[in-house]
């Protein structure tokens, strides 16, 4: 019995078929240091407090001008865990690095040859504004899997 065009084609199609392999991350931000600072909307010598912000981890994948994180804040809880962000690069002028949300919510600035990182986030409510300032590391996906080695 003969095979049909059609049928030889999606044979070959499926026997080719390249396969799907998760993407892995191009870079990982592991902050260490984290620092907020707020005012309060009040008249008082108190309404500006500055206290440690919680370290986050930002796992992320580079597509053009395009980055998107998947962050992770250690000790949390109550469901960050492995929230996301998609931000744009609106600097990338080597070894200098810069990206931010589309509200200008975050800021990421990177130093690829230093393996440094900075993340300012704003930090907004009815009550107070502020930032929270992250210093940390810059790794791609080689120097993280070396690190796990040894």
């Known amino acids: 019995m003969r095979r049909s065009i059609l049928a030889d084609v999606l044979l070959?199609?499926?026997?080719?078929?390249?396969?799907?392999?998760?993407v892995e991350p191009d870079f990982y931000l592991v902050m260490k240091q984290c620092s907020t600072t707020v005012g309060y909307l009040v008249l008082s010598s108190e309404s500006l407090k500055t206290v440690q912000g919680e370290p986050v981890t930002n796992?992320?994948?580079?597509?053009g001008k395009a980055v998107s994180c998947q962050l992770s804040f250690q000790?949390?809880?109550?469901?960050?865990?492995g929230n996301s962000a998609n931000y744009?690069?609106?600097?990338?002028s080597p070894p200098l690095l810069l990206f931010s949300?589309?509200?200008a919510g975050d800021w990421i600035m990177v130093d690829t040859v230093k393996h440094a990182a900075v993340i300012i986030t704003?930090?907004?409510?009815?009550?107070f504004a502020g930032a929270k300032v992250c210093q940390g590391i810059f790794a791609t996906q080689s120097e993280m899997d070396a690190l796990k080695k040894k």
Do not use: F, M, W, Y
């Open 12 to 22: 070959l199609t499926v026997l080719c078929a390249p396969t799907v392999k998760a």
């Open 59 to 63: 796992v992320c994948t580079r597509r």
């Open 75 to 81: 000790g949390e809880s109550n469901g960050l865990q």
């Open 88 to 92: 744009t690069i609106s600097i990338d």
């Open 101 to 103: 949300d589309g509200l």
């Open 122 to 127: 704003r930090v907004v409510d009815k009550q």
